[in-house]
């Protein structure tokens, strides 16, 4: 084989410039070839560099960065991996090889297209040694015309080349806060066409809502035509079960004006009114026309529009019955589109879905089929922790499957185009989609957003994506990118968006960064990100207020975060122009190319400049498994809310609203269990007929206020579930539950008894099934939140982390012992805490039982504090959790509006939450009673007010001397946290602290419990 000059294509390495790459388009067409598999490979230290004897197999697609070492992922969020500025590009640029050979005799009369799904980087593509074409951005297909370079041998057999370099000056444009990778992210193909054939289409499928009647106007582009002067080519529509054809417009003549006459022998006649000349203008201007122009324009008016395109057939049909699209009812209808000749034979076909729906801003509301909806949205990124950026099908409906049965209803592509599968899945499943273009240069966020020389790449990114997905019924929002400043460059970029596609609203975060009464140019919404609750209710309440606002980007969710959910949607569903917004953000970008479950971030892969755990910020993990704060947001998200209260279901019934936009309840079951620490099981109940956005009232089942009168209720709870089987769930999938909450009263303390107690000097208590003592703990190990900037190390200079005993005091007290100890923190202010000890059993009963009276008070200058509680440490041999409290899922003050109070059961190594970067994990709140069991024995604890609980199996210390969850060592320790306050989480790396209530500023705490001690073997 002749070796292939990679450079001798024109190129510059830039990136600015595309060469010979066909023009975007909506159509899908079947390979002819199919691609994808093993390839032969090379990486190259730079492009220029000479390709070597010795090539390896890998797999296409895939990324060189997650299996060649001498390239590893880099992360970074703002700044780029290397040091130098736009446009330059590295001198030390990786550059992949790819290579494999294909088996096509294209028929006479066909042409053949290569057609790369994406690579990332600067993509060139050479066939059997001839130079076909270059590409960039690194989310959208690029094809090429190969027919000319595919003269095949004896053997039918052609070779493609395709080399992708890592870096170029467009580069700039796609720092993202993701991993850097490179290579062929998505899949490769080869396809026949007819010379003559279908080019693209545009779709309408529009919805009038009032009259609830479709229209559907289909532009047709063709290939080949557009130079013809024949007419008799059709395009036939087939949908709804009707055909339509329309002619393809011939090329036409522009109109000329006549010529004048040199004849001078004759008179000549009068042919046009004076002044006629003004006639175009008058026409444009609609103003009155002479009555003796009449004639003349009839004549010349037709002649002043536009001629028809030529290549191109416009159909449209109106008054169509259908059901329209919406993600709560996406329903989709086929239409089939053919290319005839003359002669009426079929030269080429396609097939595409289309969905009947209307999207409209009124004022400041979102409309879709002219209802306003609540954007209950995820930004979503292209990440497999296997294979970095490659989207596997199955991994794709996993994801959205996931996201719909924890009722998310919007995707924000962030922060490109997604595979065009992903938006066929939207489509089918139910999603509103905001489609970001390609667009983030966050690192020269001032500089790139008015640089002439970028203004290409802009519109190119931005008008391929309009170009690709315009026909996809999820897409209701076009965005023009992230985090790029706000200059020129965004405004001609939003210009060419509502020229060509009036049908969707346009958005840009930077263009109200600074002002959201601003960049009217670049965005029809106010979508800014991370905003405090003040500013959204002043917003609310501005008379400039003239958009809908809807978050880009919030709830920030690194670590153990998205404090404050609920308070997000008191507002999004109360205020007037407050829409919702989408979740930063859907799974952690962690990678886990050895698949040992060892999940790496930022510098693991030895990635210098990089931003560590940065990217740990999904309210999923890598492999798909929900966070707690998804189980948050579910609730937060369902189709029904409970909106009556205990005395009302005490005396039977149960008010629900549905908070559905477009349907009835019809597509649910629902159940009603009564939470009373008992065996009793679900009831299926009738839910009455409760249109979307009504209330409805549920009776309760005597069955179910029997029981509710026999005992003494915790809650009552609805469960809803999807009555049939879907793609993404099947039936009784459990979509929501939701709770009536009862009071109950605390059970009476027993009498102390007199009894001597086991404390030592220490003021600890002793026993064989402690390992250590109850004793004070003021500390967590700090969430990222904790940890932000923002809080200026405020829980580091309270010096809680350590606690060193000064002083203890014990004295009788009645029938106990009260013990003071004095504790000095790590930066000598004094922490007293008070305990009074009570033995409530003989020493000869069967068990231990002691009353605990707790009152702690924190130095003057305290601040703020992470948790004021008690730590105790069993002996190995406890397996088993049994709580009454908030469950079942990791609940904290803040973030627990969807948590279900009950009497819930579990492993004690299932109760910790792994963070990847461990910290503060497993809490539950609202706990009366508290049952650890094992071979070891049983240890019961009882709250007569309720404290928050945590148990697991690693100290605080433990936690915060890791850096992964995969580096915390096997551990038998049981160690439980009983807390009378503990701090909320909020948002604080990229957002709102917790709100002032969930903070604790006090200096004074008082509490009582309960400590029941048994050696026997459970029961």
């Not at 919805?207 to 024949?230: I, K």
């Not at 909450?741 to 600890?764: I, K, N, Q, T």
């Not at 012992?817 to 922490?831: G, L």
Request: charged share 25%; glycine share 8%.
């Amino acid at each position: 084989m002749t070796a292939t000059s990679f450079t001798a294509m024109p190129w510059d390495g830039s990136g600015f410039h595309a060469v010979r790459r066909l023009p975007m388009h909506g159509l899908r067409r079947p390979a002819d070839v199919e691609l994808d598999g093993a390839w032969e490979f090379q990486l190259l230290p730079s492009p220029t560099a000479p390709v070597g004897d010795v090539w390896k197999t890998v797999d296409v697609p895939g990324l060189w960065t997650m299996s060649e070492t001498d390239d590893r992922p880099h992360y970074t969020n703002v700044a780029m991996p290397f040091d130098e500025v736009p446009p330059q590009i590295p001198a030390r640029n990786p550059t992949g090889v790819y290579r494999r050979s294909f088996a096509l005799r294209p028929d006479p009369g066909r042409q053949v297209i290569l057609r790369i799904g994406a690579a990332e980087g600067l993509l060139r593509a050479f066939v059997n040694g001839h130079a076909v074409g270059i590409s960039t951005d690194s989310h959208l297909a690029a094809e090429f015309d190969i027919t000319d370079a595919c003269v095949a041998g004896p053997d039918g057999e052609h070779t493609v080349e395709l080399v992708v370099s890592k870096w170029s000056s467009v580069s700039y444009l796609e720092d993202q806060d993701q991993w850097w990778h490179a290579g062929l992210s998505r899949s490769v193909s080869v396809h026949t066409v007819p010379r003559t054939r279908l080019a693209d289409l545009k779709v309408h499928a529009d919805y009038d809502p009032a009259a609830q009647r479709g229209g559907l106007r289909l532009r047709v582009s063709t290939a080949g035509l557009d130079g013809l002067r024949d007419e008799g080519w059709t395009v036939e529509v087939e949908a709804l079960g009707e055909r339509s054809t329309a002619p393809v417009a011939p090329l036409r003549d522009a109109p000329r004006l006549p010529a004048l006459t040199g004849d001078r022998s004759v008179r000549p006649p009068r042919l046009i009114p004076p002044d006629l000349m003004d006639l175009p203008s008058l026409l444009a201007a609609d103003a009155p026309i002479p009555a003796d122009w009449a004639p003349a324009a009839a004549m010349m008016g037709p002649s002043l529009r536009p001629l028809p395109v030529a290549g191109t057939a416009v159909l449209d049909r109106a008054d169509l019955d259908v059901r329209p699209w919406s993600a709560e009812s996406p329903h989709l209808y086929d239409v089939i589109v053919r290319l005839a000749d003359p002669d009426g034979r079929i030269v080429d076909e396609t097939t595409t879905r289309v969905g009947f729906r209307r999207v409209t801003i009124e004022g400041r509301d979102l409309l879709v089929n002219g209802r306003r909806v609540l954007v209950q949205g995820v930004d979503r990124h292209d990440v497999d922790p296997a294979t970095g950026r490659v989207m596997r099908p199955e991994r794709l409906l996993a994801e959205l499957s996931l996201l719909k049965r924890f009722n998310v209803n919007a995707i924000r592509t962030s922060h490109y185009p997604n595979d065009p599968l992903f938006l066929d899945l939207c489509d089918e499943i139910g999603f509103y989609v905001v489609d970001e273009a390609d667009i983030e240069a966050h690192a020269f966020s001032s500089a790139l957003c008015d640089d002439p020389r970028y203004l290409p790449a802009f519109l190119d990114r931005v008008s391929r994506m309009v170009l690709r997905d315009r026909n996809h019924p999820c897409v209701i929002i076009w965005s023009l990118g992230n985090e790029t400043g706000y200059g020129a460059n965004h405004d001609a970029a939003a210009a060419w968006v509502r020229r060509f596609d009036p049908t969707r609203p346009v958005q840009y975060e930077g263009a109200i960064a600074s002002d959201w009464h601003g960049g009217h140019p670049s965005t029809d919404l106010v979508c800014p990100m991370y905003p405090s609750f003040e500013s959204l209710a002043a917003y609310s309440a501005d008379p400039r207020a003239d958009r809908p606002l809807i978050l880009c980007e919030y709830a920030y969710s690194q670590g153990n975060s998205n404090g404050g959910l609920a308070e997000y949607w008191a507002m999004f569903e109360t205020l007037p122009g407050l829409q919702g917004g989408f979740i930063w953000e859907f799974t952690d970008h962690a990678l886990d190319p050895d698949g040992d479950g060892r999940y790496r971030y930022g510098g693991d892969f030895g990635d210098v400049p990089n931003d560590g755990i940065a990217l740990l910020n999904g309210i999923a993990f890598p492999d798909l498994t929900p966070k707690p704060a998804l189980y948050e947001a579910r609730g937060l998200f369902s189709p029904v809310r409970i909106v009556s209260d205990a005395a009302a279901a005490l005396a039977g019934t149960i008010s629900v609203r549905n908070r559905q936009v477009f349907n009835d309840l019809g597509a649910f079951t629902f159940e009603l269990q009564v939470e009373d620490g008992g065996e009793s099981g679900p009831v299926t109940v009738d839910m009455p007929d409760v249109p979307a956005g009504t209330t409805g009232t549920l009776r309760i089942p005597e069955v179910v206020r029997a029981r509710l009168e026999a005992s003494s209720p915790l809650a009552v709870t609805l469960t809803v579930r999807t009555r049939a089987d879907t793609r993404w769930a099947p039936a009784a999938t459990v979509i929501a539950a939701h709770q009536v909450v009862f009071e109950r009263p605390a059970e009476p303390v027993a009498a102390p008894v007199p009894a001597r107690l086991p404390v030592g000097e220490d003021g600890e208590l002793a026993h064989p099934l402690l390992r250590t003592g109850p004793r004070l703990c003021l500390w967590r190990a700090l969430t990222d939140n904790d940890r932000s900037f923002a809080l200026d190390q405020r829980f580091v200079r309270s010096g809680f982390f350590q606690l060193t005993p000064r002083q203890v005091e014990i004295r009788p007290d009645g029938e106990g012992a009260a013990v003071t100890t004095r504790y000095a923190t790590a930066f000598d202010t004094e922490v007293v805490h008070h305990r009074t000890i009570a033995a409530l059993t003989p020493p000869d009963h069967p068990y231990t039982e002691y009353l605990l009276r707790e009152r702690v008070v924190l130095p003057d200058d305290t601040e703020d504090a992470l948790r004021v509680g008690v730590v105790f440490e069993l002996c190995d041999g406890f397996d088993e959790a049994r709580w009454v409290g908030l469950g079942p899922w990791e609940n904290y003050p803040d973030r627990r509006s969807s948590a279900l109070l009950g009497a819930w059961h579990s492993r004690i190594d299932d109760l910790a939450v792994p963070y990847l970067f461990p910290q503060e994990n497993g809490g539950r709140g609202q706990t009366t009673e508290l049952r650890l069991t094992g071979p070891a024995g049983t240890v019961s604890t009882f709250h007569q007010s309720p404290l928050h609980m945590t148990v697991r199996r690693h100290r605080v210390e433990e936690l915060e001397a890791a850096s992964h969850w995969w580096e915390l060592p096997p551990s038998a320790a049981t160690v439980v946290h009983l807390d009378v306050a503990h701090r909320g989480l909020g948002t604080a790396v990229l957002g709102p602290d917790t709100r002032p209530r969930f903070r604790l500023p006090d200096r004074e705490y008082a509490w009582t419990w309960r400590l029941r001690l048994d050696e026997r073997p459970p029961r």
